[in-house]
T-cell receptor, first 114, second 110 residues
Framework: GENVEQHPSTLSVQEGDSAVIKCTYS??????FPWYKQELGKRPQLIID?????GEKKDQRIAVTLNKTAKHFSLHITETQPEDSAVYFC?????????????FGKGTLLTVNP | EAQVTQNPRYLITVTGKKLTVTCSQN?????MSWYRQDPGLGLRQIYY???????DKGDVPEGYKVSRKEKRNFPLILESPSPNQTSLYFC?????????FGPGTRLTVT
């Protein structure tokens, strides 16, 4: 089955700096890669996703890049703010268009220091 | 308002006592799923359903059952709970990039 590795497990940045979280996956059939943000005590929420026919996707301060050859994808947050502090999870799905069988990374605790 | 609800939100039970955690969505999504979240392990998929009467195993299905008799409901059943099923459980419903998680159910099995 799919295996998703996520690094780093913790990340601390100063407000205004950029943050990068990286994930690798094992199943070359995976073609859907979502990222979730989970604030303390709250439910996960989808913040951005990318499909394998796209190399990069951007939404305001958040961007995701995908390298299918190397089987890795990354989340980039620019101009970080204290409200970006949360746990971020990446995930991979072998058939994201239909059945969303998702395998998650173990998460990255991002702390943005004012 | 788009909503996924779960009940109960908190439950303490004893080993072997059957329980059901309900999940309901009001968005007419075909796809629903159950996850458990444990410290250091992230989220792991238990079961998912692609439509009414269509379910399949995720990565950690042992000890759990599900049913999907109606589109809006996707209950999680623990026939004989054990302490290793103590966890935080999330239900979710998806349609493309429209994805919603429920508020979570914190289950403790003693």
């Amino acid at each position: 089955g799919e295996n998703v590795e996520q690094h780093p497990s913790t990340l601390s940045v100063q407000e205004g700096d950029s943050a990068v979280i990286k994930c690798t996956y094992s199943d070359s059939a995976s073609n859907y890669f979502p990222w979730y943000k989970q604030e303390l005590g709250k439910r996960p929420q989808l913040i951005i996703d990318i499909r394998s026919n796209v190399g990069e996707k951007k939404d305001q301060r958040i961007a995701v890049t995908l390298n299918k050859t190397a089987k890795h994808f990354s989340l980039h947050i620019t101009e970080t703010q204290p409200e970006d502090s949360a746990v971020y999870f990446c995930a991979a799905s072998p058939s994201g268009g239909s059945n969303y069988k998702l395998t998650f990374g173990k998460g990255t605790l991002l702390t943005v220091n004012p | 308002e788009a909503q996924v609800t779960q009940n109960p939100r908190y439950l303490i039970t004893v080993t072997g006592k059957k329980l059901t955690v309900t999940c309901s969505q009001n968005m007419n999504h075909e796809y629903m799923s159950w996850y458990r979240q444990d410290p250091g392990l992230g989220l792991r998929q238990i079961y998912y359903s692609m439509n009414v009467e269509v379910t399949d195993k995720g990565d950690v299905p042992e000890g759990y059952k599900v049913s999907r008799k109606e589109k809006r409901n996707f209950p999680l059943i623990l026939e004989s709970p054990s302490p290793n099923q103590t966890s935080l459980y999330f239900c979710a419903s998806f349609a493309g990039s429209e994805q919603y998680f429920g508020p979570g159910t914190r289950l403790t099995v003693t």
